[in-house]
């Protein structure tokens, strides 16, 4: 008899926690509500989902342009200059760095979106498509071309672009 009491009381308050929780959707949905077509103002069902489903589309909307802000945000950080030139050192060592540095100066001042005439990007490469990738990549490609080129040497393509200024 003992036990049947305990689960009596159990029971009751997992029903009253229950009301209590479609209380407080009832509300939700009530607040939610800002105006209801008149196709779902008769129907039981309607009111609460279509409540639900205004909230969750204008908060969708509200927040989507962070969203984009953020991102965009985040890109040109990571774009900064001193970033796409630590990549480029990462790749190679001290002394192709400082040649390879004066070579992109001169080329593009360091400016990924730079172009001439019909040469874009960091290296100020001859293709359309270079001036498209983002800078780590224009640097991943510019020297792979200066390994073809100049047998891996940036100090090499540094002084052909002195004697001859392009490279």
Request: charged letters at 20%; glycine letters at 6%.
């Amino acid at each position: 008899m003992w036990t049947m009491d305990i689960w009596k009381k159990r029971l009751l308050r997992r029903m009253q926690h229950a009301q209590g929780y479609a209380q407080i959707k009832t509300i939700f949905d009530i607040i939610g509500m800002l105006g209801m077509p008149a196709s779902l103002k008769g129907s039981l069902h309607g009111k609460p989902a279509f409540a639900r489903a205004m909230f969750i589309a204008g908060l969708a909307i509200a927040l989507l342009p962070l969203q984009t802000i953020q991102t965009n945000a985040a890109e040109k950080r990571s774009y900064h200059v001193m970033n796409i030139k630590l990549y480029a050192y990462n790749k190679m060592e001290w002394r192709q760095f400082e040649c390879y540095n004066w070579l992109i100066h001169h080329e593009s001042r360091w400016n990924y979106l730079a172009r001439n005439k019909s040469h874009y990007g960091l290296g100020q490469m001859r293709s359309k498509w270079y001036g498209t990738l983002s800078p780590y990549k224009q640097i991943d490609a510019h020297i792979k071309y200066i390994n073809h080129r100049y047998d891996g040497c940036a100090c090499k393509a540094y002084q052909h672009w002195k004697d001859k200024g392009w490279h």
